[in-house]
C-alpha cells in the first residue's frame, strides 16, 4: 500500500522553539508537498519540492522553510514557532505531470505552541 | 493566481437522499480537478477527480460534473449513507496536477 508517513502525530512546542516536522514517503514520488489546515480556511500550500535539494515557495511560506537531501523525505522547518503555527499540517506526495495526477496525504501532525 | 470557492460549507442530508457539493474557479487555464474525502482524525483521500475534456465522470454512487464555460464543478453523491459524512475538499490544478489549489471544505452529515 502507497504509503506517506508524517513522523509525529501530535506535537506541543513552545514559543521560539525551533520544529522539525517530518515527511517521508516510499512510493519513489517525485513531487512533495506541505500544507497547513485550519478550520474554514481548508487546506494551504506552504511549500512544494518537485525534485531532490529543489524547493518552491507555496501561499503561505513565511515562517517556514524545508529540506528535500533525499528523494523520499521532506521535512517541513518552522524556524522560530509561534502560536498562529498552531494547525495541523498535513504532508503530500505524488507522481510528476504526465502519469499519476493524484496527491497521497500523510496522516497529519496537529501542533500546538504554547 | 486561482481562486476556488466550495458550497455549502456544511451540509446534512436524511440517509437516502442525495448531497451536491458546488466549487467555482477563476483560472480558465485549470485543467484537473480531483474531489478528497476527510473522515474524522484521518487524511484526505482523493475519492474521484475529472480532466478538462470531460464533461462527466461516474464511479458508483458517486458523480463529478465539470461546466468549462462557467468554470464550476459538482460532486454528487446518490443514494447517502452514514459512512459517508465527512469533510469534502475539491481542488483545482492549472498544470495538469503538479500543485492543487483546494476549497474551504464541506462537511457532509448524514443523518439516520
Known amino acids: 500500500d502507497v504509503k506517506v508517513t508524517q513522523s509525529s502525530r501530535y506535537l506541543v512546542k513552545r514559543t521560539g522553539e525551533k520544529v522539525f516536522l517530518e515527511c517521508v514517503q516510499d512510493m519513489d514520488h517525485e513531487n512533495m508537498f506541505w500544507y497547513r489546515q485550519d478550520p474554514g480556511l481548508g487546506l494551504r500550500l506552504i511549500y512544494f519540492?518537485?525534485?531532490?535539494?529543489?524547493?518552491e515557495k507555496g501561499d503561505i511560506p513565511e515562517g517556514y522553510s524545508v529540506s528535500r537531501e533525499k528523494k523520499e523525505r521532506f521535512s517541513l522547518i518552522l524556524e522560530s514557532a509561534s502560536t498562529n503555527q498552531t494547525s495541523m499540517y498535513l504532508c503530500?506526495?505524488?507522481?510528476?505531470?504526465?502519469?499519476?495526477?493524484?496527491?497521497?496525504f500523510g496522516s497529519g501532525t496537529r501542533l500546538t505552541v504554547v | 493566481g486561482e481562486n476556488v470557492e466550495q458550497h455549502p460549507s456544511t451540509l446534512s442530508v436524511q440517509e437516502g437522499d442525495s448531497a451536491v457539493i458546488k466549487c467555482t474557479y477563476s483560472d480558465s487555464a485549470s485543467n484537473y480537478f480531483p474531489w478528497y474525502k476527510q473522515e474524522l482524525g484521518k487524511r484526505p483521500q482523493l475519492i474521484i477527480d475529472?480532466?478538462?475534456?470531460?464533461g462527466e465522470k461516474k464511479d458508483q454512487r458517486i458523480a463529478v460534473t465539470l461546466n468549462k464555460t462557467a468554470k464550476h464543478f459538482s460532486l454528487h453523491i446518490t443514494e447517502t449513507q452514514p459512512e459517508d459524512s465527512a469533510v469534502y475538499f475539491c481542488?483545482?490544478?492549472?498544470?495538469?496536477?503538479?500543485?492543487?489549489?483546494f476549497g474551504p471544505g464541506t462537511r457532509l452529515s448524514v443523518l439516520p
Open positions: 519540492s518537485y525534485d531532490v535539494k529543489m524547493k
Open positions: 503530500a506526495s505524488s507522481l510528476p505531470r504526465g502519469r499519476n495526477y493524484g496527491y497521497t
Open positions: 481542488a483545482a490544478s492549472g498544470n495538469y496536477g503538479q500543485n492543487f489549489v
Open positions: 475529472i480532466r478538462s475534456n470531460v
